[in-house]
């Protein structure tokens, strides 16, 4: 009887939805495609200030754009990226938009990432953090030796989205206990706590969550329409959670 009460507060403990309305304890995304026409994302300058209007009215104070850098496909110099930034920063004021914007850049890691890192040319966030993301195919067998560069060139490995990597799905954690163990930062998407990805991308960012394995959160925004499921997310116990945590480490980043 008394389990059965038990059972019944926890499950109403459970279905209480979050009490966030907006991001601003968040205060900065840093995993997002709002340059305009360097990726996949932002396709034109007036798209990437809906989305910043987006972030603005959503709370943050901060957004740092950080578009895909790989050699297959998007070989996006620095110089490249930091033209645009000005440029972004340029209609941001036009449109009295009140955000601080900054760019870095999502480095999948290849050869081109490789050259990048020998030659201490990686663009960094806040203080010499690197947002770096693998195959979502095939686990990569080279990733002891990418962190050890990493390290001895000064950089901090942010892993972008690790929950996302279907290949680290089946061996309890110890793939990601080791990328802990080596001093690699985890950044999740907030999609994927409302099923963008699937449930065991959800499933997986909720116990990295719980296991307080994840110092950053960002949202990995494309277009215009995903705003939405920014809005959705607000729901997520698991977003409450990571938001009041003192171990998130966005707010350094402001
Ligand atoms: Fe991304």
Same mark, same amino acid.
């Given at each position: 009887?008394?389990?059965?009460? +038990? ?19 968040? %205060?900065? #995304?840093?995993? @997002? ?6 990726? #996949?994302?932002? *396709? ?33 110099? @620095?110089?490249?990226? +930091?033209? =645009? ?7 941001? !004021?036009?449109? @009295? ?19 990048? =890192?020998?030659? !201490?040319? =990686? ?33 901090? =490995? ?21 990328? *802990? ?8 998407? %907030?999609?994927? +706590? ?17 296991? @307080? ?34 171990? %998130?480490?966005? *707010?350094?980043?402001?």
């Amino acid at each position: 009887m008394f389990n059965k009460f +038990l059972n019944l507060f926890k499950k109403e403990e459970e279905e209480r939805p979050s009490a966030l309305t907006d991001y601003s304890t968040m %205060l900065v #995304d840093f995993h @997002n495609h709002v340059l305009p026409g360097i990726d #996949d994302g932002s *396709k034109s300058m007036e798209d990437s200030m809906t989305m910043l209007r987006n972030f603005e009215a959503l709370g943050l104070k901060k957004v740092i754009a950080s578009p895909h850098s790989m050699a297959d496909g998007y070989i996006n110099s @620095n110089e490249k990226i +930091l033209q =645009l930034r000005e440029e972004v920063r340029l209609e941001i !004021k036009k449109n @009295n938009i009140n955000l601080e914007f900054d760019a870095a850049a999502e480095y999948y890691m290849d050869e081109l990432f490789m050259e990048k =890192l020998e030659r !201490k040319d =990686l663009l960094t966030i806040g203080n010499n953090y690197v947002l770096m993301e693998l195959s979502y195919l095939s686990k990569p067998n080279n990733t002891g030796e990418v962190i050890y560069k990493m390290q001895i060139s000064g950089y901090r =490995l942010i892993l972008a989205h690790p929950e996302r990597y279907p290949y680290y799905y089946e061996d309890s954690f110890a793939n990601y206990k080791n990328f *802990k163990d080596r001093g690699v930062f985890f950044q999740i998407n %907030l999609g994927s +706590l409302v099923g963008k990805y699937g449930a065991q991308a959800k499933y997986t960012a909720e116990k990295m969550i719980d296991e @307080n394995m994840v110092e950053f959160v960002s949202s990995d925004l494309h277009t215009v329409p995903q705003f939405q499921m920014l809005r959705d997310c607000l729901k997520s116990k698991h977003l409450e959670k990571i938001l009041s945590s003192d171990i %998130l480490r966005n *707010k350094t980043l402001v």
